[in-house]
C-alpha cells in the first residue's frame, strides 16, 4: 500500500506542476442586482497552500520537495534519510520508509475494526470522526492498538486537502504497524 500511496503522491505532482500559475489566478464576480440574484463580479483570491510533492532521485538518494504556499512555491533538496519538516499545508513532519516491498494478498484476522469512505478531500471532518472512534488520538497519531483501519476509497474529488490525508494515511499506516494493527487503502471510482 506505501508504494500505492507514494505513487499517487507523485501523480498528484506531477497534475500540480502546473499550479503555480494558478496561485497568481483572480477571479472577480460582483452582485450587479441584489434582487434579482445576478452575479457579476466579485474579487476574489483563494487561499491555496498544497503540499509536500516529493520526487525521489534514485542515483542520487536525493528528494526534490515542493509545497505551493501563499507566498508562492517553496522547493527544498534533501537526502532520502531525512524526515520532511513541515513548510506549509500539511502540518506534520513526514518520515519516508526507504526499502518497500509489496506486501503478499493475506486474510487479516482482528477483533476490531473501523470502517471508513467518502472522505473527498475533507481531512478535518475525517479527523473527527478517527477521533470520535479512538483511531486516532487527539495529536490525530494512532491509538488504535492491534485493530485494523479500511479505507472503503473515494480519499479523493471535492476537498480541497487530499494531499494532507494522503501523507496522513502514509503515517498512520507507519504508527499502526507498529503497534500491531494495520491500515488498508482501497481504490475508489474517483481514485
Request: proline share 4%; charged share 20%.
Amino acid at each position: 500500500m506505501a508504494r500505492w500511496l507514494l505513487s499517487l503522491i507523485l501523480i498528484f505532482a506531477a497534475l500540480a506542476s502546473g499550479t503555480e500559475s494558478l496561485a497568481n489566478t483572480k477571479t472577480e464576480t460582483v452582485l450587479s442586482d441584489p434582487a434579482v440574484n445576478t452575479v457579476t463580479s466579485v474579487g476574489v483570491q483563494p487561499s491555496v497552500e498544497d503540499g509536500p510533492y516529493a520526487f525521489f532521485s534514485d542515483s542520487e538518494q536525493q528528494l526534490q520537495i515542493k509545497w505551493l504556499c501563499e507566498t508562492g512555491v517553496v522547493e527544498k533538496t534533501q537526502p532520502i534519510t531525512e524526515a520532511i519538516a513541515p513548510v506549509c499545508a500539511y502540518p506534520r513532519e513526514i518520515t519516508l520508509h526507504h526499502n518497500q516491498t509489496l506486501e503478499p494478498l493475506l486474510r487479516y484476522q482482528t477483533d476490531t475494526v473501523a470502517v471508513i469512505s467518502d472522505i473527498h478531500g475533507q481531512y478535518d471532518l475525517m479527523k473527527k470522526l478517527l477521533s470520535a472512534h479512538a483511531v486516532v488520538n487527539a495529536d490525530a497519531n494512532w491509538s488504535f492498538g492491534q485493530g485494523h483501519l479500511v479505507v472503503i476509497g473515494d480519499v479523493m474529488d471535492r476537498g480541497d486537502k487530499v494531499t494532507e490525508i494522503l501523507w496522513w494515511l502514509y503515517q498512520l499506516e507507519q504508527q499502526a504497524e507498529a503497534a500491531g494493527g494495520k491500515v488498508h487503502l482501497l481504490l475508489g471510482n474517483h481514485e
